[in-house]
């Protein structure tokens, strides 16, 4: 919840200069669908225009972020361009890249393996049945990869699942952890403590640094978390050792 | 000869460093790399080649390590005691450890990471694409008791220069920049923080460092209310309880918490070094003031190579003083034959 008052006053898309270390174009104070699109479509034009000053570029929940050394070049020039290339079309209703892929991938829900699902599920008000389909049915978009390597933020859940982070950290969950909280999901490549709800198990890494390929996943990219009973689960996971854990893919349009 | 480092002992945080990995941003993975990174400049300036030759990496507690051939070595960063079969050699200053030559590195005496660089650069593996350690991220492995690390193939012999180290092994005065949320904080809040005293706390990683304080906390207005934005190394993110950490190299690519402003790269090199207690505060400066600080402090590091000088001799760190010619021929008080070693 932003306040009111931010809300009606400021006006997006903002470009502001992040530390010495690149310009930021953000389109939208609060997580929305749209602004995530925005972002990602930006991200694609930045990367076209092939400015010669920015060294990588990436796109985050509402951002689209230029890194260059700030103390080599002025940023009055870029913010320039960035503003005509924000003011040159609508991005807020830009199509999502072309070449995304959807990924199917086998889940264990709840068990021992993912203890938090019945925790999650009373918070949503759902009973652990009806939290299963939601979360497994759901196609869930990757919204950004950050915080670890290769990790996807996921969305969106429908609104009963804006369930808040916990206040005590869990200490540990495995790599391959499926996390909830405010609509999301989290997939973890690592083990990691978390403020996010265990409720899914998956031998999928979005990180798989011997690979040809070590980052899988891509904005824009779609996951769906499907259902597995334990035995199954075991039976993948004792034979993929991948990092792929039975995923199967598919093109998207 | 194969030309290796033999490790016969370690402390507990050594790994092999470099300046990191770029381009890896948008698939969550920050730059990592060396705590600091001006003491690389250094290393390459004294042993005179390229700065992307991978170093060792000593956190507090440096090693015991013999050489298989030949080795130029030069050490830098964080001041620790070191000997070569036994006699004292000076830090921030290139070397010869000859073969079978045992080098000692002791515990740091000012700072916190010292760095042993050797000609040709250690030839340990590259993982996505370079050879630096990144912990946070699971690539690369700390040095153990034992391992023999491999050292590339060198040109040079040239030895015996030192370089005088630009201040920053001791905390003291930190210019940080406004960033994109600094507006997200009151005009008192911010003159409260660049006013206030913080000491380095014990609590700290490669990913963050937290700034201990006596009094309020620096709450930002809409603490809990921001989507998780851009981190980069140097952002004073202040937390839930208005407690200041400053991001370090092996941060996350993103963050929920506030920050407050940057931290130039010149000055971050401070707070990697800075011992735990020491006195830390914020200063700060225009858009326009930190990057001509930057720049400047950059040039200094592109031209390092030009400042570094021969060392002086000192009777007492020769090793083999028994060996000089010291009474024979006619030696004058003017024309020391030992100056010129």
């Not at chain 1, 689209?64 to 002025?74: A, C, I, W």
């Not at chain 1, 003011?87 to 938090?116: E, H, I, K, M, N």
């Not at chain 2, 402090?297 to 002086?312: D, E, F, M, Q, Y």
Request: glycine fraction near 10%.
């Amino acid at each position: 919840m932003m306040t009111e008052k931010f809300e009606t006053q400021e006006t997006w898309p903002q470009i502001k200069t992040v530390g010495l270390a690149g310009v930021i174009v953000t389109f939208s104070g609060v997580l929305s669908e749209p602004a995530n699109r925005a972002a990602i479509a930006f991200l694609a034009g930045v990367r076209a225009a092939e400015w010669e000053e920015v060294e990588e570029s990436n796109s985050t929940l509402v951002s689209t972020f230029l890194k260059m050394d700030l103390s080599v070049h002025r940023p009055e020039p870029i913010i320039e361009r960035l503003q005509n290339l924000v003011d040159s079309r609508d991005w807020l209703a830009a199509p999502l890249p072309s070449g995304r892929t959807l990924w199917r991938v086998p889940t264990l829900f709840g068990t021992d393996r993912a203890p938090q699902l019945a925790e999650a599920a009373e918070l949503a008000g759902q009973t652990i049945e009806q939290a299963i389909t939601d979360l497994s049915t759901t196609s869930m978009r990757v919204l950004t990869i950050g915080f670890a390597p290769g990790q996807p933020y996921l969305g969106t859940l429908p609104d009963y699942w804006n369930i808040p982070r916990q206040t005590k950290i869990t200490p540990n969950v495995p790599a391959g952890s499926l996390v909830t909280a405010v609509r999301q999901f989290c997939l973890f490549p690592y083990a990691t403590p978390t403020g996010w709800r265990h409720v899914g198990a998956t031998s999928f890494l979005s990180f798989r640094p011997k690979s040809e390929r070590p980052f899988p996943l891509s904005p824009g990219d779609e996951m769906i978390f499907d259902p597995v009973t334990e035995v199954e689960f075991l039976k993948i996971e004792s034979s993929d050792q991948s990092g792929n854990g039975g995923a199967q893919t598919e093109m998207l349009k | 000869m194969n030309r290796t480092l033999i490790v016969r002992s370690i402390g507990p945080a050594a790994a092999v460093q470099d300046l990191g990995r770029t381009g890896f941003m948008s698939a969550g993975l920050t730059r990592g790399g060396a705590s600091d990174p001006a003491a690389l400049h250094e290393g390459a300036a004294l042993l005179g080649q390229r700065l992307s030759c991978a170093v060792l990496e000593m956190a507090g507690i440096g090693g015991v390590f013999e050489a298989t051939s030949d080795i130029r070595i030069a050490l830098t960063g964080a001041v620790m005691d070191a000997t070569i079969d036994g006699a004292t050699v000076q830090w921030n200053a290139s070397h010869l450890l000859s073969a079978c030559s045992v080098l000692k590195i002791g515990a740091a005496r000012r700072g916190n990471f010292g760095y042993l660089h050797v000609g040709g650069g250690f030839a340990t593996p590259s993982y996505l694409g370079t050879q630096g350690c990144h912990m946070s991220a699971g690539l690369g492995l700390l040095i153990a008791e034992g391992d023999i690390l491999p050292v590339g193939s060198d040109a040079s012999t040239d030895t015996g220069f030192y370089v005088v180290p630009e201040q920053r092994l001791d905390g003291g005065k930190i210019c940080f920049v406004r960033s994109m949320q600094s507006d997200k904080f009151e005009d008192s809040t911010m003159t409260r923080f660049t006013k206030t005293e913080f000491r380095r706390d014990p609590r700290g990683n490669r990913q963050g460092i937290r700034m201990d304080f006596d009094g309020e906390g620096f709450q930002s207005g809409g603490q809990l209310n921001i989507v998780s934005e851009v981190t980069i190394a140097g952002d004073i993110q202040i937390t839930g309880d208005g407690t200041p950490f400053v991001l370090m190299h092996e941060c996350q690519t993103t963050g929920g918490y506030p920050r407050i402003g940057t931290i130039l790269p010149c000055d971050l090199n401070k707070i990697s070094q800075a011992p735990i207690g020491s006195s830390l505060k914020f200063e700060l400066v225009t858009l326009e003031e930190g990057a001509a600080i930057q720049a400047r402090a950059s040039a200094v590091l592109s031209g390092l190579t030009k400042s570094i000088k021969p060392l002086i001799r000192d009777v007492t760190t020769i090793q083999d003083l028994l060996s000089y010619q010291l009474i024979s021929g006619a030696i004058s008080a003017k024309n020391d034959p030992l100056d010129e070693g």
